[in-house]
C-alpha cells in the first residue's frame, strides 16, 4: 500500500518530507525530515549503487555513505539519485498514461544535474561535470573548468541580470552541444535557479534545437522528485 510510505528528498540546501494520501489521492509536502513508522523511499545527491551513496559532498557525508545510517532511518526501501529521480518525476507529471514521456532534464541550484527519461527508464546525463573549459574548480568531480564549476550557486552572484541570464544559456548550450542528445526531446530545467528565473529556458530555448521548458512540479514541492520516487514505489509494488 503506497499510505505505507513516505517520500523524502534531501538537497544541499533543504530538505523534504512528502506524505502521500491514498484515499485522497494527493501529496502533502512538509518541510525538514519527518520521522515515521513507514517504508521510506529517499532521494539525495551522489552516486548511487546498492542503495549507498557515494560522493554525496553536498550533504557533508563521507565518500561511500549508509543513508539508513547518515539518517538513523533504518528503514529507508528505495534510494535514488535526486536528479535521476525529478528527471522521472518531470516525465510522470507531464504523462497522461502508463508510457512515460521522453525528456531531458537539468537542475540548476547549489550544483548542476542532469538526467533523461527514455523508454520508460531514467538515467544520469552527467552534464554537469562535463568539461566545457574554465579554470573554476570542482568539488564534485574534483577537476577544473566543468559545467558545474561554472554555474553552480556559489558561483554565480544573488541576484542574475539579463547578461547573467544569457551566460548560464549560453554555458548549457555549450555542454548540451558536446553532449549531443537527442534534439527531439524535451528538455526541462529545474532547481532553484531555473525556476527564479524562468528567462534562462527562454534563452536557452532560442540556442539549442530542443523545445526548452521550465519545471512543471508544484510550487511547494522540492522538485519533481517527488512524482519519480512514486513512481518507483508503485512499480515495485506491482512486482509482488
Known amino acids: 500500500m503506497l499510505d505505507n510510505w513516505i517520500f523524502l528528498e534531501l538537497g544541499g540546501s533543504s530538505s523534504q518530507t512528502i506524505i502521500y494520501d491514498q484515499s485522497k489521492d494527493s501529496f502533502s509536502f ?26 554525496a559532498t553536498n550533504l557533508g557525508w563521507p565518500d561511500k555513505a549508509d543513508p539508513r545510517k547518515e539518517l538513523n532511518a ?30 531531458h532534464f537539468i537542475s540548476l541550484g547549489t550544483g548542476v544535474g542532469s538526467a533523461s527519461v527514455f523508454n520508460n527508464q531514467a538515467y544520469d ?20 573548468g566543468c559545467l558545474n564549476s561554472e554555474l ?49 529556458a527562454q534563452r536557452l530555448d532560442e540556442l539549442i534545437p530542443n523545445n526548452v521548458e521550465v519545471t512543471v512540479t508544484p510550487e511547494q514541492s522540492k522538485s519533481a522528485a517527488f512524482a519519480g520516487l512514486y513512481h518507483l514505489v508503485s512499480r515495485r509494488l506491482m512486482e509482488f
Open 125 to 144: 546525463l552527467d552534464l554537469g561535470h562535463l568539461h566545457i573549459g574554465g579554470k573554476n574548480y570542482c568539488e564534485g568531480c574534483r577537476s577544473f
Open 152 to 200: 553552480e550557486s556559489k558561483r554565480l552572484p544573488k541576484y542574475l541580470s539579463n547578461k547573467n541570464i544569457t551566460f548560464i544559456a549560453e554555458k548549457l548550450a555549450t555542454a548540451i552541444g558536446i553532449k549531443n542528445i537527442n534534439s527531439d526531446a524535451l528538455l526541462a530545467l529545474g532547481g532553484g535557479i531555473s525556476r527564479g528565473y524562468p528567462e534562462i
Open 30 to 55: 512538509h518541510p525538514g525530515i519527518l520521522n515515521a513508522e513507514k517504508c521510506i523511499a529517499l532521494a539525495c545527491p551522489g552516486l548511487i549503487k546498492e542503495n549507498m551513496v557515494y560522493y
Open 74 to 103: 533504518p528503514s529507508i526501501q528505495i534510494v535514488e539519485n535526486d536528479v535521476v529521480a525529478a528527471s522521472l518525476g518531470e516525465s510522470v507529471l507531464r504523462s497522461e498514461n502508463s508510457n512515460l514521456m521522453n525528456l
